[in-house]
């Protein structure tokens, strides 16, 4: 039996030896296909350095580097909800609250949501980080099925008539770790179960942006319910540096919400949020977003071009069509992350898919990313892993 924690001890954080290998890819040599990290090369920098400039400038100057409130600058909401109107889902700039990073959000909607002991439901294999925000709230984690079309509906049903769930988290679109997205007919599916059951649904919505075929579907906070919390980001689409992020969620959660907000930070960076507001307001974001778009879809491509000339036979893959990642399961017993060790020493790095499952780890699959390396870079990249994966063949009796 594990020895119950005193009041005084710190949660129980697992430590990641998959963590540790992956600090080996801060080496020049290494082609990294492991971090979920956008272009540094696209980023605008000059774009940044003259809203920043022009936040710091003029009458609003040292308002820009004072306390403000904890809802977030009024002209970067009233821009965002725009945004997010023109996507599909009506949003004024009292239902967002500015975050630090969309990551903070999930943190916020943790410590508003969830008591001890609290259910919460994901879809499975899943973006790690919100597992671990979850497990550090001393919440229950349980898997929901999901397939190519996303999170299965009738899994889901059967799950929260089993679980009572407090919570569903999901990346609908262009999902971490595997790049898939959920249908039109599912998100009514899943709006409709939360509405059935008072379940709270967490869209974590980061990449809804960088879509590379395909029309746009509407995001589930534009379903027809009021349990949808949808999270977004300027991560992916500016930079993540800048740390700016939101909420959009209904009254009155809202007002938990922005208390959470409170107690955890007072507000974000003043000074950030104002160089955001300027930046959205005189540059041409649309037009950025899609040259990302056609630089990505190279990369993505040339990525997808390679797999079948370097896995053995048997290896699935998806195909995504936006986002940045690449979901491979290796046939039979390969464990992805033994296939790590050999692959830094080819230096050629990628996430096994091991930590992104709740319970039932599926110990051959793997997550590569495409973004970060151009497309020459990528099938050097994707060369060296097959180096190693006929390697793992023949070391198999
Ligand atoms: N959610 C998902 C699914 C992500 O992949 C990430 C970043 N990798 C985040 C949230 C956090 O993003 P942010 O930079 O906005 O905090």
Redesign the pocket.
């Known amino acids: 039996m594990r020895p119950s924690a005193s009041p005084r001890s710190p949660r129980s954080v697992e430590s990641s030896p998959v963590r540790d290998l992956l600090a080996l890819t801060a080496d020049p040599r290494m082609i990294s296909f492991a971090g979920?990290l956008p272009a540094p090369e696209l980023f605008d920098v000059d774009g940044w350095r003259a809203a920043f400039d022009r936040a710091l400038r003029g009458p609003d100057a040292r308002r820009h580097l004072q306390y403000a409130p904890t809802e977030g600058n009024v002209t970067l909401r009233a821009l965002v909800a725009a945004r997010l109107s023109g996507r599909g889902m009506d949003t004024r700039a009292d239902d967002l609250l500015i975050t630090t990073?969309?990551?903070?959000a999930?943190t916020l909607v943790a410590s508003a949501l969830l008591g001890p002991g609290a259910v919460v439901a994901v879809e499975e294999p899943t973006?790690l980080?919100?597992l671990q925000v979850f497990r550090m709230a001393g919440a229950r984690v349980v898997p929901v099925a999901s397939d190519a079309d996303g999170i299965v509906p009738a899994s889901l049903a059967e799950v929260v008539e089993r679980e009572r769930p407090a919570l569903l988290y999901l990346?609908p679109t262009f999902?971490?770790p595997t790049g898939r997205t959920l249908t039109r007919s599912r998100r009514l599916a899943v709006a409709a179960l939360a509405t059935e059951h008072d379940l709270w649904v967490v869209e974590?919505d980061?990449?809804g942006e960088l879509r590379y075929r395909g029309t746009p579907l509407p995001p589930l906070g534009a379903a027809p319910t009021d349990r949808v919390i949808t999270?977004g980001?300027l991560?992916k689409i500016c930079a993540?540096g800048l740390?700016l992020?939101w909420l959009r969620a209904p009254e009155p959660l809202m007002r938990t919400l922005v208390i959470a907000k409170q107690a955890a930070d007072l507000h974000t960076s003043t000074i950030d949020q104002a160089a955001a507001a300027g930046y959205l307001q005189s540059s041409d974001v649309d037009a950025h977003v899609a040259r990302l778009c056609r630089e990505y879809r190279n990369r993505r491509d040339a990525m997808l071009a390679a797999l079948p000339d370097v896995t053995p036979d048997g290896t699935q893959w998806t195909d995504p069509d936006g986002g940045m990642f690449v979901w491979v399961r290796l046939p039979g017993d390969l464990d992805s992350a033994t296939l790590l060790r050999s692959a830094l020493r080819e230096h050629v790095a990628f996430v096994p898919g091991a930590p992104f499952h709740v319970s039932d780890p599926d110990h051959a699959t793997l997550r590569l990313s495409f973004t970060t390396s151009a497309p020459a870079e990528i099938a050097e990249g994707m060369r060296r892993l097959g180096t190693v994966l006929a390697g793992a063949r023949r070391a198999i009796p």
């Open positions: 979920g990073g969309s990551q903070q999930l973006y980080a919100a990346v999902a971490n974590d980061p990449y999270l980001s991560s993540p740390r992020g």
